[in-house]
């Protein structure tokens, strides 16, 4: 399992093609050797694929991409790690509802924009403010 040692040096590599094949790699590292993964590099794995997740500090999202590839990666190693997962569900979950939350903020917002550009743009002068 130095294989994974030396993956997870490389997370937090500049180039984005390098962290997203890190994202792909730790669940086939997983799935290799389980019983090694979990007893050693679980941990690691999860506190990195959960900090793809999350939103930064003004509450956008860290790369959609990266994110779609860590929740793939979080679904594969739980198809290992099973309960040994539970520990970090509350993270994910609240990762999960972030996300949903946003989308739907960008919903509401696309959905608003017509409808301002119509009670601009298309008001008659003659009509009353409303």
């Known amino acids: 399992m130095n294989t994974c040692h030396i993956v997870l040096q490389l997370k937090d590599h500049r ?3 390098v962290r997203r094949t890190i994202i792909n790699l730790i669940p086939e ?3 290799y050797n389980p019983t090694a993964f979990i007893n050693f590099y ?3 794995s999860m506190l990195h694929l ?16 990266d994110r ?12 290992v790690a099973q309960h040994d997962l539970d520990p970090f569900l509350n ?13 739907r903020y960008v919903q509401l917002q696309r ?3 017509p409808l301002n550009i119509d009670c601009t743009f298309n008001r008659n002068p ?5």
């Open 15 to 17: 180039d984005s093609l």
């Open 111 to 113: 959905r608003r924009w």
């Open 91 to 103: 993270d994910v979950m609240r990762c999960i509802k972030d996300g949903l939350r946003a989308k």
């Open 68 to 79: 779609a590839m860590a929740f793939l990666a979080i679904g594969k190693i739980a198809l």
């Open 50 to 65: 959960i900090s793809q997740l999350q939103m930064d500090k003004e509450r956008k999202p860290v790369n959609e991409t």
């Open 29 to 31: 590292l997983a799935a």
């Open 42 to 44: 679980l941990r690691r």
């Open 126 to 130: 003659s009509l009353p403010f409303l």
